[in-house]
């Protein structure tokens, strides 16, 4: 079975500064999906990057990047130039290969970016 | 864009009584519907799997016959919450899948907030 596990329950960055997120993951498959999910106050789960796990480079959304090391699936999300409206919830999330299969989330961090 | 709407945002019961929370899809056909369970400050906990036309796939721990799950229509998708306790209290959200292949996306519904009294 798959796991995800991210281990950094909360973290905090100043406006403007970078901040890492940790995300390792462990699976036996060789092609997934990995995400990065944010979810503010509203509760809404917002996709934040996608990366597929055949694609060696990574993964970038403007402020967003990833790290993604498949050999040691790890899939960190950088957040670069802070801004008070990151300050959220982050999962990270595997998708197998197939069809139909459910998104399988880390814990979570609680990211909060202050003024 | 995609577009998933869940309803009611919010809902309170009474204990013993059951609850319908509904999962649409706007503007896509959804074969894959999920369910998922949220405690305060915890992450997405999945309940079940709902593929069309076909009864639900329950994960371990999750109990079928409480929570009820009928996925009628490739737009549709339900949660009925039966005899529910104050146990059951929680963030109920759901999830479809736009297409049938690998790595589609994966659209979230605002998610449904149920307190049982």
């Known amino acids: 079975a798959q796991t995800v596990t991210q281990s950094q329950p909360e973290m905090s960055v100043q406006e403007a500064e970078t901040v890492t997120l940790s995300c390792t993951y462990d699976?036996?498959?060789?092609?997934?999906?990995l995400f990065w999910y944010k979810q503010p106050p509203s509760r809404q789960m917002i996709l934040v990057i996608r990366?597929?796990?055949?694609?060696?480079q990574n993964a970038t959304e403007n402020r967003f990047s990833v790290n993604f090391q498949k050999a040691a699936k790890s899939f960190s999300l950088k957040i670069s130039d802070s801004q008070l409206g990151d300050t959220a919830m982050y999962f990270c999330?595997?998708?197998?290969?197939?069809?139909?299969?459910?998104?399988?989330f880390g814990k979570g961090t609680t990211l909060s970016v202050s003024s | 864009g995609a577009v998933v709407s869940q309803h009611p945002s919010r809902v309170i019961c009474k204990s013993g009584t059951s609850v319908k929370i509904e999962c649409r899809s706007l503007?896509?056909?959804?074969?894959?519907m999920f369910w998922y369970r949220q405690f305060p400050k915890q992450s997405l906990m999945l309940m079940a799997t709902?593929?069309?036309?076909?009864?639900?796939?329950?994960e371990q721990g999750v109990e079928k016959d409480k929570f009820l799950i009928n996925h009628a229509s490739l737009t549709l998708s339900t949660l009925t919450v039966t005899s529910a306790h104050p146990e059951d209290s929680s963030f109920y959200i759901c999830?479809?899948?736009?297409?049938?292949?690998?790595?589609?996306?994966?659209?979230f519904g605002e998610g449904s907030w149920l307190t049982v009294v």
């Open positions: 999330a595997f998708m197998g290969n197939q069809a139909g299969t459910a998104l399988i």
């Open positions: 999830s479809a899948e736009s297409g049938s292949t690998p790595g589609n996306t994966i659209y």
């Open positions: 990366q597929e796990a055949y694609k060696q």
């Open positions: 709902s593929n069309e036309g076909s009864k639900a796939t329950y």
């Open positions: 503007d896509f056909q959804a074969t894959t």
């Open positions: 699976t036996s498959e060789n092609n997934y999906y």
